[in-house]
C-alpha cells in the first residue's frame, strides 16, 4: 500500500523557519520525481516546488513565491522528502501536501497534508 | 506568471455528461503543456485522475477521460454518480519548469 504521511506542520511566527518532512511507502521513492502542493484555508491548490530523483540530478525548481526562501530535499536512503521554509510570512499559512509517483511525473500519490500556520 | 482558468462551476445530471476546460494565458494548450486533472472532496487531500493529457491511474474511474479540446485541455466525465460532485483542478507544466493549477471547477452532480 502506498503511503505519504506528512508531519512537522506547526503554528510558526511571522520571520521563523519550519521544516516539513514527507515518509514514502509502498513504492519506489528513490526513482520518483517529487512536489509540495500547499492550499491556503477556503482556497484552491497552488505549486510549490519539484525535486527530481538524485539519478535525474537531483535538481529543484520552485513557484516564484516561494522562490529564495524554500528549498527541497530528500533523502531516499530513509524515504524522505523534506519541505526546508524560511522568511515565513502570514501568506505561507496552508495545509502543505506532498506528492509523487514516478519518473517524471511528480503528482500522482498524495500525503493527507500537514498544516503550517504563520501567525503572531 | 501564466494565468490557467477554469469554469468556476458546472451542473450534471446523474448519468449525464459534462466536460471541463482549462485554458492557459500563454496560448493553446498543448500535449507539451503535460496537463493534469485532480479531484478534491471537501476537507480531503486531493486524488490525481489524469496525468499527461489523457493518461488514467489505476485508481482512476474508466468514466473519467482527458484529452485536448481546441485550445484547450479538457476532462470529460461520462456517466456521473453522486461521488463524482467535488472540485477539480487542472494543472499546466510550463517547460517542465513550474507548473500552474487552475482556480478549480466546483461540479454539481443534480
Known amino acids: 500500500e502506498v503511503q505519504l504521511v506528512e508531519s512537522g506542520g506547526d503554528l510558526i511566527k511571522p520571520g521563523g523557519s519550519l521544516r516539513l518532512s514527507c515518509a514514502a511507502s509502498?513504492?519506489?521513492?528513490?526513482?520518483?520525481?517529487m512536489s509540495w502542493v500547499r492550499q491556503a484555508p477556503g482556497k484552491g491548490l497552488e505549486w510549490v516546488g519539484r525535486i527530481k530523483s538524485i539519478a535525474d540530478g537531483g535538481t529543484t525548481d520552485y513557484a516564484a513565491a516561494v522562490k529564495g526562501r524554500f528549498s527541497i530535499s530528500r533523502d531516499d536512503s530513509e524515504n524522505r522528502l523534506y519541505l526546508h521554509m524560511n522568511s515565513l510570512k502570514t501568506e505561507d499559512t496552508a495545509v502543505y501536501y506532498c506528492?509523487?509517483?514516478?519518473?517524471?511525473?511528480?503528482?500522482?500519490?498524495w500525503g493527507q497534508g500537514g498544516l503550517v500556520t504563520v501567525s503572531s | 506568471q501564466a494565468v490557467v482558468t477554469q469554469e468556476p462551476s458546472l451542473t450534471v445530471s446523474p448519468g449525464g455528461t459534462v466536460t471541463l476546460t482549462c485554458g492557459s494565458s500563454?496560448?493553446?494548450?498543448?500535449?507539451?503543456?503535460?496537463p493534469y486533472w485532480f479531484q478534491q472532496r471537501p476537507g480531503q487531500a486531493p486524488r490525481t485522475l489524469i496525468y499527461g493529457t489523457n493518461n488514467r491511474h489505476s485508481w482512476t474511474p474508466a468514466r473519467f477521460s482527458g484529452s485536448l479540446l481546441g485550445d484547450k485541455a479538457a476532462l470529460t466525465l461520462s456517466g456521473a454518480q453522486p461521488e463524482d460532485e467535488a472540485e477539480y483542478f487542472c494543472?499546466?507544466?510550463?517547460?517542465?519548469?513550474?507548473?500552474?493549477f487552475g482556480g478549480g471547477t466546483k461540479l454539481t452532480v443534480l
Open positions: 500563454t496560448g493553446a494548450v498543448t500535449s507539451g503543456h503535460y
Open positions: 509502498g513504492f519506489s521513492f528513490s526513482e520518483a520525481w
Open positions: 506528492s509523487g509517483h514516478s519518473r517524471f511525473w511528480s503528482l500522482g500519490y
Open positions: 494543472l499546466i507544466s510550463y517547460d517542465n519548469v513550474y507548473f500552474v
